[in-house]
């Protein structure tokens, strides 16, 4: 099974979303577009797992317990890597530090189960859109002079997911494996 870890999004920040994704699309109309019911923060990405260790995570991710309430606030919009060579279009997530801890609890719970840990700093986002070919997009990025700050919404997570992802001619299509409040 194909997997990741994340935290699923209340109705109506999808909503503010899919707005937003209706007024930048005019401007990256080549960009893939992420249908707004699979959009998600994800907390980590495992990839192909065989069935046997998808109870282990499942057991690990349990055991973590539960976590401090934090807010999420969904505002601005950026690149990754970067504006000249984008593959990734998202709206900025800022969070409280319980965001970040839960973060870190989740990666060293999976490294004990042999995912290795990300090179990368944890850096919450929500994808919006990816890019076939890393190259400027100046209509976009021009549009975020003018909305770039918008604030999309706020929310307190209770809970975080395992999630299943298939891919398909439609795109990406994800299911809950199991819930961990």
Do not use: N
Request: hydrophobic share 45%; proline share 9%; aromatic share 12%.
């Amino acid at each position: 099974m194909r997997a990741f870890i994340a935290i699923d999004l209340p109705e109506t920040l999808r909503d503010a979303l899919e707005r937003s994704q209706r007024i930048f699309r005019e401007w990256a109309p080549e960009a893939r577009w992420t249908r707004p019911q699979g959009i998600h923060l994800t907390l980590k990405f495992l990839g192909g797992i065989p069935d046997p260790q998808v109870e282990k995570v499942k057991q690990r991710l349990a055991a973590l317990g539960r976590f401090e309430p934090f807010r999420i606030e969904v505002r601005g919009f950026g690149f990754f890597p970067e504006a000249r060579r984008p593959r990734v279009f998202w709206a900025g997530v800022e969070a409280q530090l319980g965001l970040a801890e839960l973060a870190v609890r989740v990666e060293a719970a999976m490294e004990t189960l042999g995912f290795p840990r990300e090179d990368r700093p944890f850096h919450p986002h929500l994808t919006l859109a990816r890019f076939e070919e890393p190259r400027p997009q100046p209509d976009l990025e021009k549009a975020l002079g003018e909305f770039g700050e918008t604030f999309l919404g706020a929310f307190e997570p209770a809970e975080f997911f395992l999630f299943e992802s298939r891919l398909s001619p439609r795109g990406a299509e994800y299911r809950k494996v199991a819930r961990f409040p």
